[in-house]
């Protein structure tokens, strides 16, 4: 039986390249060329690729990357794109908590909750972490994002108080309310 996150991004391949989040792409490998001094020797290993368009940019840049995936469809797409470019890049099916590699990358990325924060436990996404690191070869660097579970609880408080403002009554400006401490 699939998990949620193996359904959630099954027939996700052709919508996923037109969602908001994922229009920052060029800005995004930029920071990562930055982070290792432009070395285009860097191998690279692309941890939730999704439809690759971290890889696809990083090998037109004149990286070697290695895009993994868990979702059929999403690594249907990266090939599909790669293809269409005539990119050569190796897109490989595995998930992120079992890795075959090791210490065989000098950088990973995993970007736009590409795994980490999809896992329901920390000892899943632990499996993620102890994985990736398994697969950098020492001194390897590792970049990733994750959701700020704090950034929507914290917006909630000023629609609340936002929403509870009635014509003629006093009106919430400033929000004090303190992330760390509630």
């Not at 994922?22 to 191998?43: A, H, P, V």
């Not at 979702?71 to 293809?83: D, F, G, T, V």
């Not at 896992?119 to 994985?131: G, P, Q, R, S, V």
Request: hydrophobic share 30%; with cysteine; proline share 2%.
């Amino acid at each position: 039986m699939k998990q949620w996150y193996e359904s959630l991004f099954e027939n996700y391949g052709k919508k996923y390249d037109n969602e908001n989040f994922t229009q920052g792409t060029i800005g995004e490998c930029d920071f990562i060329e930055k982070e290792i001094d432009f070395d285009k020797s860097k191998k690279i290993i692309d941890i939730g690729c999704g439809t690759g368009r971290h890889s696809i940019e990083l090998v037109k840049r004149g990286y070697k990357v290695t895009g993994i995936d868990l979702s059929e469809s999403q690594l249907e797409r990266a090939k599909e794109k790669a293809k269409d470019q005539n990119l050569n890049i190796d897109f490989q099916k595995h998930d992120a908590r079992n890795l075959p590699f090791k210490n065989e990358f000098d950088l990973a990325i995993m970007l736009c909750e590409g795994a980490f924060p999809l896992m329901e436990t920390d000892e899943m996404n632990y499996e993620i972490l102890k994985n990736v690191t398994h697969s950098l070869k020492n001194n390897g660097k590792f970049i990733f994002t994750t959701l700020n579970g704090l950034f929507p609880l914290f917006h909630s408080v000023k629609e609340f108080c936002a929403s509870t403002t009635k014509e003629g009554n006093a009106t919430y400006r400033n929000n004090t309310f303190d992330l760390m401490t509630f």
